[in-house]
């Protein structure tokens, strides 16, 4: 089957490159079922919560990193509602925490922009998602480095979504050379003090962490200076009582992360109030997790992509005048904070000085109807989940996605294939499927019988690919940069050989300096420092925590997804699942093409690239173990500089994968098979 394809796509290659490749998709997959709710292409999930939401004093719903993803994942049963699901739901939880005499807050702690075609596929880049996004009546937002790489939209940010919010939104450290006046200026608010609808006085701030890939129009203020500025002292020493402090950063949460600086501010107001509690919203790792600072200090992060919603509550916080503790008919919190022994949380952890009646519950809920419809109305029904202004905000996605052509059909994607669910190169494999891809479709036709080495970084790529219509916007999700493909003709094959192993050895792309970005969407191509801007695709680190348990028994087998594991144990999964694995995959992958058919070698090859590595190539070639002698005056364009990485899986897609358009089989989502 595979090897029909194959000859099938080597039959017409010789025009791909050339016309057929970046072109508009040619069918549209616009299902028309006339079902008001979700996308309407989307799946309904399989498997829902465990059990009903501890309900505290005062609680919290936690978006981070949505990314443009706002249409939901089409192709997951896991996370398939969408951006109006979501509106409907959080009126419904609003209600209920009324009814409950509680407080319910809203927080999103920043990354709007970058990977999914709502957002990416407008200019400027989020124009569309911003609007719909902005449906959501959040408490307290922060700024993503997602929204500053960009000129552009980091002034957007400036003079229409933090205008938006208001006081709401909050830039503790960071500004923005305002063009009007040429001064700099904070882009949202440095603080909000407010009193809750029940009583309750917060005082909250945004902390970005040390961001350094800013374009040059906005500044980040180092948390490390942030924490001595007299303003931040004042608020901190405020004229008024606080009896909570929230911590808001586009920043993780565990604070021996090397880029947090969550811990920094913690500390700062542990200083001040030894035994006031804290509560952090944290991101930008795209991970679950929850840390305990101290017995009064707990910090949540809630994953990604529309994938996670965090819930936090929080009892036993001391006030005048303050309701309802422990609200009946609804589990409540029943968990002290204590803090990991030593070397755990690590790095001078602050410390609430005295004894403590806090309680704490978090939870993190698989981003579907299901799993919306059951904690809003405490039972599995749909029929009264949806309000006026979600399903409005739905129709809204699924007109948008017809107008900007996401649902533009390019081929069907006959299986998923994951970045790291399977062992490198193995069936499932998405960087297998990339290798041969990159032999079909990137031909230059005057050399197309010159035999080749292509080498491309694997982190030129976003997310997984899954089963189903591949779509304009899955261009956008799986490989969305536009890197074009480079080459130096004819080096010896004893010389080009030898480069994929030196790229992957490591010693070349993580040198690269990214603190001055010099292409568009630098930050999240594969060579970025991963301190600065960790992988967009599957997390890093904490992640493999995360994937590495044995789930206890459900009655009925679990589908794959989360299982996280943080420093409340393992138990904060909502929806039961069990673990998808996880293998780590090289920096490089080289395809290879035209090579003689008597399995011989060839005596040269031309060596093709995307055009970020060009420097790497040349210096690998021209190591002492290689011998090479090139400069980059050897390189040329081996394709139009518009055939880029976003264009060759639509050209691969639209030779390989005709079966069954324009009714694609869709899969369950990723990790299953
Ligand atoms: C999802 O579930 C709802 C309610 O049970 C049903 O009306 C709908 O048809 C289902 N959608 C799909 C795609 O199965
Ligand atoms: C979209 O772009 C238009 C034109 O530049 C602008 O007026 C509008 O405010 C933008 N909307 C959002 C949500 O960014
Ligand atoms: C922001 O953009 C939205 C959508 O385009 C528009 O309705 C709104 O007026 C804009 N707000 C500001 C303050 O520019
Ligand atoms: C940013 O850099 C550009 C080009 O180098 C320059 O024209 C502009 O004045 C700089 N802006 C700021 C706010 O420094
Ligand atoms: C807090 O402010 C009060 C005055 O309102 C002052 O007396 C006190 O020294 C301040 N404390 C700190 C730690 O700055
Ligand atoms: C704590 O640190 C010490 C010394 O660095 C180490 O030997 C020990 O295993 C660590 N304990 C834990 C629980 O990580
Ligand atoms: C950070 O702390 C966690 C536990 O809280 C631990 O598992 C992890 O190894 C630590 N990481 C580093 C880099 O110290
Ligand atoms: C905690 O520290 C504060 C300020 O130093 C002090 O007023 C308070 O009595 C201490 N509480 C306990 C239980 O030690
Ligand atoms: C739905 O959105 C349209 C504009 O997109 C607006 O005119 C209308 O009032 C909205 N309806 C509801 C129920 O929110
Ligand atoms: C969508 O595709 C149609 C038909 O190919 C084209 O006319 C239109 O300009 C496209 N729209 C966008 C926003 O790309
Ligand atoms: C060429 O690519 C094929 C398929 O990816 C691989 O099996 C083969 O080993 C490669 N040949 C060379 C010489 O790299
Ligand atoms: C193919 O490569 C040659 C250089 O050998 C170059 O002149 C030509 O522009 C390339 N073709 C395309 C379509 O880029």
């Not at 049963?77 to 509680?102: E, I, R």
């Not at 922009?113 to 709502?118: E, M, Q, S, V």
């Amino acid at each position: 089957m595979l090897s029909r394809i194959i000859t099938a796509a080597i039959a017409t290659r010789a025009v791909l490159a050339c016309d057929s490749c970046y072109g508009e998709p040619e069918h549209d997959v616009v299902l028309t079922r006339h079902v008001r709710r979700m996308q309407p292409d989307a799946q309904n999930a399989t498997s829902g919560p465990k059990a009903p939401l501890e309900w505290g004093q005062i609680n919290f719903l936690h978006t981070t990193d949505t990314h443009g993803w706002l249409e939901g994942h089409i192709k997951e049963q896991n996370y398939g509602a969408d951006w109006g699901d979501f509106v409907s739901f959080t009126k419904g939880m609003k209600q209920k925490a009324k009814h409950l005499g509680v407080d319910l807050l809203l927080v999103d702690t920043g990354d709007l922009h970058d990977g999914a075609g709502l957002s990416d596929a407008t200019k400027p880049n989020g124009n569309v998602s911003n609007a719909i996004f902005e449906n959501i009546d959040y408490d307290l937002l922060t700024i993503g480095n997602h929204e500053l790489y960009v000129t552009e939209i980091a002034y957007e940010t400036f003079t229409n979504f933090s205008k938006v919010y208001g006081d709401k939104y909050l830039t503790s450290n960071v500004q923005i050379s305002n063009p009007a006046t040429g001064q700099w200026e904070y882009i949202g608010k440095k603080y909000r003090y407010f009193t809750t609808e029940q009583g309750l006085r917060i005082m909250a701030f945004g902390v970005l962490f040390d961001f350094t890939g800013n374009s040059n129009v906005s500044k980040v203020i180092k948390a490390a200076e942030l924490v001595q500025q007299q303003w931040f002292l004042d608020a901190v020493n405020y004229t008024e009582p606080i009896d909570l402090f929230v911590v808001t950063g586009h920043n993780p949460v565990r604070r021996n992360d090397t880029s947090s600086t969550i811990g920094k501010v913690v500390d700062a107001i542990r200083k001040v109030h030894p035994d006031t509690p804290i509560q952090a919203f944290g991101g930008h790792s795209h991970i679950r997790d929850f840390a305990v600072y101290d017995t009064k200090a707990t910090g949540l992060e809630s994953g990604r992509y529309c994938e996670t919603l965090g819930w936090l509550a929080l009892s036993g916080i001391e006030s005048s005048g303050y309701g309802t503790m422990a609200p009946s008919g609804v589990p409540n919190p029943t968990r002290k904070p204590i803090p990991p022994k030593a070397n755990a949380t690590s790095s001078g952890a602050s410390s609430s000085n005295g004894t403590s009646d806090l309680l704490v519950a978090r939870r993190y809920l698989d981003w579907n109807r299901l799993t919306f419809a059951y904690h809003a109305e405490g039972s599995q029904k749909y029929t009264t989940f949806d309000t006026a202004k979600g399903k409005n905000t739905t129709n809204e996605i699924t007109s948008y996605r017809q107008s900007l052509n996401l649902t533009s059909l390019y081929g069907c994607a006959p299986q998923s294939y994951c970045q790291t669910c399977k062992p490198f190169l193995a069936d499932g494999n998405l960087f297998g499927l990339l290798q041969t891809a990159l032999s079909t479709v990137v031909i230059n036709e005057t050399r197309k019988d010159t035999p080749r080495l292509i080498i491309i970084n694997t982190g030129s790529v976003r997310f997984d690919l899954a089963k189903g219509p591949f779509t304009y916007d899955d261009s956008f999700i799986v490989s969305p940069f536009d890197d074009a493909f480079q080459f130096i003709p004819d080096v010896p094959y004893s010389q080009a050989s030898k480069v994929l192993g030196i790229l992957n050895a490591g010693a070349f792309q993580k040198k690269r300096d990214l603190s001055t970005a010099d292409f568009n969407f630098a930050p999240v191509l594969a060579d970025r420092d991963i301190c600065i801007d960790p992988p967009l695709t599957h997390a890093s680190g904490m992640a493999k925590r995360s994937n590495a348990r044995i789930i206890r028994r459900q009655a009925a087998d679990p589908s794959p997804g989360y299982t996280t594991k943080d420093d409340f144990g393992t138990d904060g999964d909502d929806t039961i699942h069990k673990a998808i694995p996880r293998y780590s995959q090289p920096n490089d992958l080289q395809a290879n093409a035209s090579f003689p058919t008597d399995g011989s070698l060839p005596e040269t090859v031309d060596l093709v690239f995307l055009d970020f590595i060009a420097s790497y190539i040349v210096s690998a070639l021209n190591g002492a173990d290689v011998g090479g002698n090139y400069s980059l005056s050897d390189v040329s364009y081996y394709l139009p500089k518009e055939f880029t990485t976003n264009s060759y899986l639509p050209a691969y897609a639209k030779v390989a994968w005709q079966e069954n358009v324009p009714d694609c089989p869709v899969g369950t989502g990723i990790g299953s098979s």
